[in-house]
């Protein structure tokens, strides 16, 4: 049986046995409601306190049976909430080492700093990936949330450098920073950056006037999530038909039509070949939207004289199966991103 359900169904008894008691002596012996409670109140708890009337042979003997059965049972009950507790307390204790445990095995992981409005959906739009996450939040209430997400934490001050080193920021391949204010996430940006100069790190800007404080406190990207938003919206008026298709393309739900871009390793085969002859197009009916260099200059619809460099990163549209063989041509080492 659930110990839960037991433990509701012990306190009911217990309830059930007291107002039995309540009853019986105003039965028997004709009290008052508060003389009938007080009475089931002593016996019930043994405190040894004096009877508020004599009692008749017939509460004497109501009184042997009450001993008998309600002592005995609250004793049981107050084990049962006893047990509860301590089980609890276990329970959390194991269960905050078996997370720690998980978290000092991660390596390339991202860490996202804050699990508000805008942390948790980043982190349900990158369930699927093979991205690992840590979350790191000192907001208790969102704790029961993170656990019924299944999301690995550290419950603490993301701006502690002890809470980011137990996330493992040196081990980490990139930080989210979505604290709630943009003086917090300046901070955070700062401390983590000096504790992996080599981390990516993308901030959230409330405002515009934050962006150049961010990306001076050493931030790679800063986003605006308001400024998204508003472009979103906009493109939706001006160009309905263009964000439905991007919509499909980075939808999670659909295999037919992804996105995807992939980076091109030096032990691919493709490399220093023309598009025209690397057969992707023929073999695995992908559309290549752009490829970007190595010096980050991003060339956009490709020739099919354009060759494929090792330091490249191919972007490219169609069926998720065949995004996942092109990677094996040019990527083979890795995963998907």
Not at 35 to 51: N, P
Not at 255 to 265: A, H, K, R, Y
């Amino acid at each position: 049986m659930n110990r839960t359900r037991h433990l509701r169904i012990s306190l009911f008894l217990a309830v059930a046995i007291f107002i039995f008691g309540v009853i019986g002596y105003s039965l028997v012996e004709g009290w008052s409601l508060i003389d009938s409670v007080y009475m089931t109140a002593i016996t019930l708890s043994t405190v040894g306190y004096k009877e508020v009337h004599a009692l008749s042979d017939s509460g004497r003997i109501f009184t042997v049976v009450l001993v008998i059965f309600g002592v005995g049972f609250s004793a049981y009950v107050a084990a049962a909430i006893v047990q509860f507790m301590v089980e609890i307390q276990i329970r959390t204790i194991f269960g905050r080492r078996r997370l720690d445990r998980k978290i000092n095995r991660m390596k390339n992981h991202f860490i996202v700093c804050g699990y508000g409005r805008i942390g948790r959906v980043l982190c349900r739009n990158l369930e699927g990936s093979s991205i690992d996450l840590v979350v790191v939040d000192n907001d208790p209430e969102n704790i029961p949330i993170m656990d019924e997400d299944n999301i690995l934490y550290v419950a603490g001050d993301a701006t502690d450098e002890a809470n980011l080193t137990k996330a493992g920021i040196e081990r980490a391949k990139g930080l989210v920073a979505a604290l709630g204010s943009d003086a917090d996430n300046v901070f955070l940006v700062l401390t983590a950056r000096q504790l992996n100069p080599n981390l990516f790190i993308v901030a959230r800007a409330a405002e515009v006037k934050s962006k150049s404080k961010l990306r001076a406190a050493g931030a790679n990207n800063v986003e605006s999530p308001y400024e998204m938003g508003a472009a979103s919206m906009a493109h939706r008026i001006i160009r309905p038909t263009v964000t439905s298709f991007l919509d499909l393309a980075f939808a999670q739900q659909r295999t037919d039509i992804q996105m995807e871009e992939i980076p091109v390793s030096p032990d691919s085969k493709l490399v220093d070949v023309m598009l025209k002859d690397s057969g992707i197009r023929q073999r695995f009916n992908l559309i290549i939207i752009a490829i970007k260099k190595d010096d980050d200059d991003m060339l956009f619809n490709p020739s099919f004289e354009s060759r494929i460099q090792v330091g490249d990163t191919v972007i490219a549209v169609g069926d998720i199966g065949n995004l996942r063989l092109l990677e094996k041509e040019l990527n083979p080492s890795a995963g998907m991103i």
